[in-house]
């Protein structure tokens, strides 16, 4: 079967080559890959940027149908939709797997960069990892449930966003647009996105179309002073960080509120960065770190999906076949392009 592979360490090494099929154990199922979303990481994996173990078939944000069950498998069936956690190989004996977040168990080696992913037409998986897609929800929205997955997590679980509250998310990718909708979805009054001047012809586009007010960082209208203005001088009740950049992480200091809370996403890349300390603590603001999916974020998610909360659809701005992958990478890079997703059949 044709894939993405990583075949070695170092930047680049990236290709669309020959690799066998799975072979299935005792509790796996054969899924048949409909659709597969590129993440940041996958990005990150080709620039030598994250961990990896190569060679390795890259991508994990997949939707698709079971060919074939396994030994032992009894939860699923041969033609079941799903999709599924990549929380693979975590240990289940250390004390985070045993009281339930085996999302950042130590040992965890996910699909697209731990073992292989789902840039193919065949994946397997342990069926303990996996949720049935709706049927009213189609293969390209379920494979955007990752991702959303995440800020459901981190917005509704994490950072406990209330009703009524009034939320500022800065970075405008794809994680932030979903961001943006996770809030509404879990009752904000309002939700205003943040970006820089590069992101006005797509990212902050998309935004508006998709109904939050927007602000551009180095603009006309200081983001801050509109923020201010928009909250009667208080600041947001809560700041959703999904940037990564050094300058968006210090803003969010200065648009939350006193005794609100800042819900960090996004990445920096880097060891350290200069952080506001003081003026943080002079806030008495929550800063809510994240990582990952629970188990209960995939329900919650995928429930918003199918009832029209969460149109995660929205965010797709582009399906190629598995040979465009580097067109894809291109057009991410550019930010030409929001979610892209690649099609293995």
């Given at each position: 079967m044709k894939a993405i592979v990583k075949t070695q360490k170092g930047p680049g090494f990236v290709e669309l080559m020959d690799m066998p099929e799975p072979v299935i154990g005792s509790g796996e199922v054969l899924i048949e890959v409909k659709a597969c979303g590129i993440c940041g990481t996958d990005v990150h994996v080709l620039h030598d940027e994250f961990p990896y173990w190569p060679p390795v078939i890259l991508g994990?944000?997949?939707?698709?149908?079971?060919?074939?069950?396994?030994?032992?498998?009894t939860l699923f069936q041969k033609g079941d939709r799903?999709?599924?956690?990549?929380?693979?190989?975590?240990?289940?004996?250390?004390?985070?797997?045993?009281?339930?977040n085996i999302q950042i168990c130590r040992m965890k080696r996910s699909p697209g960069w731990g073992i292989h992913g789902a840039f193919t037409r065949y994946?397997?998986?342990?069926?303990r990892l996996l949720h049935?897609?709706?049927?009213?929800?189609?293969?390209?929205?379920?494979?955007?449930?990752?991702?959303?997955?995440?800020?459901?997590?981190?917005?509704?679980?994490?950072?406990?966003?209330?009703?009524?509250?009034f939320v500022v998310v800065v970075g405008p990718g794809p994680i932030g647009l979903l961001a943006a909708m996770t809030a509404r979805a879990g009752g904000s009054r309002r939700a205003v996105v943040i970006g820089a001047k590069q992101d006005e012809a797509v990212r902050l586009a998309k935004a508006r179309e998709l109904g939050f007010d927007t602000?551009?960082?180095?603009?006309?209208?200081?983001?801050?002073?509109?923020?201010?203005?928009?909250?009667?001088?208080?600041?947001?009740?809560?700041?959703?960080?999904?940037?990564?950049?050094?300058?968006?992480?210090?803003?969010?200091?200065?648009?939350?509120?006193?005794?609100?809370?800042?819900?960090?996403?996004?990445?920096?890349g880097k060891q350290t960065i200069p952080f506001p300390w003081d003026k943080a603590a002079f806030k008495v603001c929550d800063l809510i770190f994240n990582l990952s999916t629970s188990y209960t974020s995939w329900d919650r998610t995928i429930n918003l999906v199918a009832a029209g909360m969460l149109p995660v659809?929205?965010?797709?701005?582009?399906?190629?076949?598995?040979s465009k992958w580097d067109d894809a990478i291109r057009e991410i890079e550019a930010q030409t392009a929001l979610k892209v997703l690649l099609m293995p059949v």
């Amino acid at each position: 079967m044709k894939a993405i592979v990583k075949t070695q360490k170092g930047p680049g090494f990236v290709e669309l080559m020959d690799m066998p099929e799975p072979v299935i154990g005792s509790g796996e199922v054969l899924i048949e890959v409909k659709a597969c979303g590129i993440c940041g990481t996958d990005v990150h994996v080709l620039h030598d940027e994250f961990p990896y173990w190569p060679p390795v078939i890259l991508g994990h944000e997949f939707a698709g149908q079971i060919v074939e069950t396994g030994p032992g498998a009894t939860l699923f069936q041969k033609g079941d939709r799903v999709v599924g956690e990549p929380h693979t190989q975590a240990c289940g004996q250390c004390y985070l797997c045993r009281t339930g977040n085996i999302q950042i168990c130590r040992m965890k080696r996910s699909p697209g960069w731990g073992i292989h992913g789902a840039f193919t037409r065949y994946l397997k998986m342990p069926e303990r990892l996996l949720h049935r897609i709706p049927d009213n929800v189609g293969y390209e929205a379920a494979a955007v449930v990752e991702p959303a997955a995440n800020t459901v997590h981190d917005i509704i679980e994490r950072a406990k966003i209330e009703a009524g509250d009034f939320v500022v998310v800065v970075g405008p990718g794809p994680i932030g647009l979903l961001a943006a909708m996770t809030a509404r979805a879990g009752g904000s009054r309002r939700a205003v996105v943040i970006g820089a001047k590069q992101d006005e012809a797509v990212r902050l586009a998309k935004a508006r179309e998709l109904g939050f007010d927007t602000l551009v960082a180095g603009g006309a209208i200081d983001p801050l002073e509109a923020v201010l203005e928009m909250t009667g001088g208080i600041g947001a009740d809560l700041v959703v960080e999904c940037s990564g950049s050094g300058a968006g992480i210090a803003s969010a200091i200065d648009l939350v509120r006193k005794k609100g809370r800042i819900c960090a996403i996004g990445l920096t890349g880097k060891q350290t960065i200069p952080f506001p300390w003081d003026k943080a603590a002079f806030k008495v603001c929550d800063l809510i770190f994240n990582l990952s999916t629970s188990y209960t974020s995939w329900d919650r998610t995928i429930n918003l999906v199918a009832a029209g909360m969460l149109p995660v659809e929205k965010v797709i701005s582009h399906r190629l076949p598995l040979s465009k992958w580097d067109d894809a990478i291109r057009e991410i890079e550019a930010q030409t392009a929001l979610k892209v997703l690649l099609m293995p059949v």
